[in-house]
């Protein structure tokens, strides 16, 4: 794993108005960077983002997937669509390439944050590698890219970084504790942030799914019962414009995991969840 | 990323029940998903028994069914590619619905060239049975749109696929049943409209002669297909409706259309199926239109997807599911053989309320294996009853076969390898451009290689 610094470079321009001003509402399209943009939730967001004519930047480590649904978003309205192929792992590359994507979106409204794997939870409870793994694409790099973009945001006292975590990380159970930690340093990771940097002008929003049928989950099992990705995509979409702080989508898993918590430890330790 | 994810790792799903949508046979198959044109043919790696790529599974028959084999669902890979509003040409994945590209191309003023009786297929679907609607005459069926496309091959050959560029590939996978490869992308032309709005007009007719007649009289009307009684005997046999429309002329607002609410709910017990509902219903349906003949603007949707409106409305035919029963006739039969065939189900008492009558034009099909021919096209569903569905098929299907016609293979669950041969003689040099790795339960049994796997 490689530390970085994070550093701030300063940013040319290509914009009239100077991205700095104070926040005002965004008239007309937003301008949106997906990070992790071929993952299942991610595209079917970009699909709705596209058809009311937004501004995309595109980044994910597959030139194949990321051309397709590039593609698809230029088809179906986006004002301007851009992508780079970049493994996210890597988070020395964060700072150039943030800055690139920013000013090929001639600035920033929304940073959609959608890496993640599943990874392989009885082969992490053995292999550090594999538990390493997980916990630094899903926690590791999110959070170096948290720090630079909300740096960004915070001197412009404007900005939206939506996060998706997981409804997984708000307890730790034995079928995915690795994946669930992981996102449970997301959880706790984004809270902080929002304390340090809504009083700046800047949305913090925790987005916690329950599982949703996509590619990440189709060999998990009972998936064909899973949350429908499209009604998913379109919950979240809304949240983001209304700046929500935190949304349990499907909704009722803000109840499910309500219980869940509650649960006293000397009997969820028994409990096969 | 250096590690893999489970999603990379070979899925282990079982297998399990498969329907399509006549719900007979069900076999069991894994089901592995395709989410993006590369995964083929990667994702065969570790399988036993043969593959087959198949969307939403509503063929009625055994043509998207692989008996313990395993599907390749086509239905994630689904993005739009390119659109050209010059030209209306639009470049989509296979897996796309046709009600995925209503819903972008009817708000843009575009419309799919050829609709059949449901929105609920996917193009690669559509290009693999070569399917055809209403406009048949005017337009040919659905690969006559299709200018080019791609097909990936189980040995990892990538083929653009045209007219000009592998021509026999092309022709052999238009109507060729998903053997020949996988599609992962194809172009189509859509046509503008102006309107969601269809002029319509419904027409009582009794007996072939009045059929044949409006037919003529309304050679100019796009689209045109007919319901009939196969019920009532009489003077009422081959009573029937001949709808007729064109796309309105009037500009009107081109919304997308809101989706379906109703979901046929049970599996209707088998009794609700007998001769005196059917017959009820017949006679309801005829006379719903009270005049002989009505004109109206309708909304495209119940003229071309009356039965979208019910989702799972197959249930109706309860558990044992449905046989549906599709053939074309040539011209210089098609007369004498509708009326014998027709007699034939009309005698057995079997029939039901969705049966369907239309002209096929001359436009040639340019599928190997394509089924409409210049002639009559009927199609009807039959419940299935144990001991008389089948023998009643089989006479039906060797009636078509001696009026010089064929059956439909997206929609057969019955014919024999001797009717399928005489049906489609080019079979032979079809089968050459097979994939071998691929193959379905329909393949297997109409060519006599059961168990072969």
Known sequence: MSTSANPEPTLPTRRNTDPSAKAEPVIGPKRILVLGATSGIAEACIRLWAERGDSLYLVARNADKLAAVAADARTRGASYVNFAVVDLDKTASHPEMLAHAINSLAGLDIAYLALGILGEQPRAERNFDEAAAILHTNFVAPVSLLTWLSNYCAQRHAGTLAVLSSVAGDRGRKSNYIYGSSKAGLSAFLAGLRNRIDREGVKVITIKPGPVKTAMTQSMKGSEKFADVDKVAATIVKAIDKGQDELYVPGIWRIIMGVIQVIPERIFKKLNL | ?453
């Open chain 2, 1 to 453: 990323m250096a590690h893999p994810t489970a999603t990379e790792e070979a899925t282990t799903s079982g297998l399990a029940p498969f329907e399509s949508w006549g719900r007979y046979p069900t076999y069991n198959a894994t089901v592995r998903p395709l989410h993006w044109q590369g995964d083929f043919p990667g994702v065969l790696e570790g399988i036993h028994g043969g593959a087959l790529a198949v969307g939403m599974g509503r063929s009625y028959g055994d043509v998207c069914l692989l008996k313990e084999g395993t599907l390749l669902q086509t239905t994630s890979m689904n993005r739009l590619l390119a659109f050209d509003p010059a030209t209306g040409l639009l470049t989509a994945e296979a897996g796309i619905t046709l009600a995925q590209i209503l819903d972008f191309a009817v708000p843009r003023g575009f419309f799919l060239p050829v609709s059949p009786g449901t929105k609920y297929v996917t193009l690669g679907g559509a290009i693999a049975n070569d399917i055809h609607g209403k406009n048949h005459e005017m337009a040919g069926s659905f690969g006559n749109h299709v200018p080019q496309f791609e097909l990936v091959r189980s040995n990892g050959t990538h083929m653009l696929c045209s007219p000009r560029e592998n021509p026999d590939y092309y022709a052999a996978t238009i109507g060729g049943m998903g053997l020949t490869g996988v599609i992962t992308w194809a172009q189509l032309r859509l046509k503008p409209i102006v309107s969601r709005g269809i002029d319509y007009e419904g027409i009582q007719f009794h007996g072939i002669d009045e059929f044949l007649d409006l037919k003529e009289r309304y050679k100019h009307v796009e689209y045109t297909v007919s319901w009939i009684d196969c019920v009532s005997r009489g003077k009422n046999f081959m009573r029937g409706i001949f709808m007729l429309g064109d796309h309105s002329k009037d500009p009107g607002e081109l919304k997308t259309s809101s989706k379906p609410k109703l979901v046929f709910p049970i599996e209707a017990p088998g009794f609700m199926l007998n001769r005196a509902t059917i017959s009820a219903f017949n006679t309801v349906f005829f006379h719903k239109q009270l005049k002989p003949h009505v004109k109206t603007v309708q909304d495209y949707e119940p003229f071309f997807y009356p039965l979208d409106a019910v989702l799972k409305w197959n249930r109706m035919y309860g558990k044992a599911g449905l046989l549906q029963f599709q053939y074309s006739l040539p011209w210089e039969t098609a007369k004498e053989g509708t009326i014998a065939i027709l007699r034939e189900i009309t005698n057995s008492g079997l029939a039901s309320f969705l049966a369907v009558l239309k002209t096929f034009g001359d436009v040639p099909s340019l599928g190997m294996m394509s089924f409409p021919m210049p002639g009559i096209m009927f199609a009807l569903d039959f419940p299935i009853k144990e001991n008389v569905s089948f023998p009643l098929m089989q006479r039906l299907g060797d009636m078509t076969r001696d009026f010089g016609g064929r059956l439909y293979s997206a929609k057969d669950a019955c014919m024999t390898p001797d009717q399928f041969k005489a049906f489609y003689p080019q079979w032979e040099r079809f089968a050459r451009y097979k994939d071998p790795a691929l193959t379905s339960s329909f393949w297997e049994r109409v060519t006599g290689q059961e168990g072969d796997r």
